[in-house]
């Protein structure tokens, strides 16, 4: 049991960097999605055998494209297991998968609704609240829920959407989780990893490819984290140890850092800049600071004109401040 704990302590250590390559998915799939096909509900899904255990808990709508959709990408696997959770609104979201994931099944099921209601509770109501979750259980399904050739061993998680145009709502949204994240996660792990990919989902009609990455990330962590009772040096240990030493970042976190060696230590630097803007400005603002920033590529030029837009600041004083910010956090 020790081993266990073991690794899962060094994976959620790691779990960060497993979502920097989660944001490159959510932009490079957008243009690989197939649309929808809507199936009835006689299509619901069936054990492959009398003695398979799988189960459809809740009544949803006569019609459920996602679930079809889900389980036309799933039933090749083996029987499946669906439930349908409130969340938001009266809408229903949808946790699908396999018996054998059952644990990470139940674990996604209960945080589900809670998930949504903290992606609310900063960004709005202005997007679905209704999400398709789905555990993969082999590699290939995993790819194939993706809609990729291949995927790497070490993406936990992948948010996917159908393509939309600019000023449209996506459809066809889901948060695919890898055969490996209930191995490689505890239960608080899969909450967090949830609540960033749910982040992705509901901000996704806000964000442009190419935007840059301190923001999107950083905004995802924010929600992922706000409300845990964590400390910044949980969330943020490699920055800690930074600031310890002096060595605090010169400037916001460029995008190629978030793939490599670095790519936790970014990820806390990204989720840094937004929890600074949280604590010095307002959450309303650090919002707004998203929807501008998101809207389309950056250049340093583009940054400094939006952050004395919304926050009265140049860029260089923000830089400056938050690093001040951080040397007084990382005590
Ligand atoms: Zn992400």
Known sequence: MSDLRGLRAWWSARRRFEFCLTVAMVIAFTGFCGALIMLPNSALPKPHTAQATADVVGQGPATDPRLAEV????????PILARQVATGDGQQSLV?????????????EHELAAATAAVTDVWGKDWA???TVVVASSPSEFAGLVHAGS????VAAASVADPFAPGTQPTGQ?????????????????????RHELTHIATRAETRDGAPLWMLEGFADYIAHRGQ?????????????????????????????????????????????????????????????????????????????????VLGTTRADFVADWRNWLSTQAV
């Not at 699908?96 to 996604?108: N, S, Y």
């Not at 995927?151 to 070490?154: D, R, Y």
């Not at 209930?182 to 967090?192: C, S």
């Open 229 to 309: 009772g964590q400390r910044f040096a949980d969330i943020a240990p490699t920055l800690t140890a930074q600031a310890r030493r002096h060595d605090l970042p010169g400037d916001l976190p460029a995008d190629p850092d978030f793939t490599g060696r670095n790519a936790a230590g970014t990820y806390e630097q990204a989720w840094s800049v937004c929890a600074y803007i949280a604590d010095k400005y307002d959450q309303p603002r650090l919002v707004e600071l998203y929807r501008q920033i998101a809207a389309a590529r950056q250049s340093p030029d583009t940054e400094d004109q939006i952050l004395q837009n």
């Open 96 to 108: 699908v998968g396999h018996p054998a994931q059952r644990t990470e099944i139940d674990v996604l």
């Open 151 to 154: 995927m790497s061993a070490e």
């Open 71 to 78: 389980r036309r990408s799933i039933e090749p696997f083996g």
């Open 174 to 194: 889901r948060i695919v989780f890898s055969p490996d994240a209930g191995r490689r996660l505890d239960p608080a792990g899969l909450r967090t990893m949830l």
């Open 129 to 131: 609240q209704a999400t």
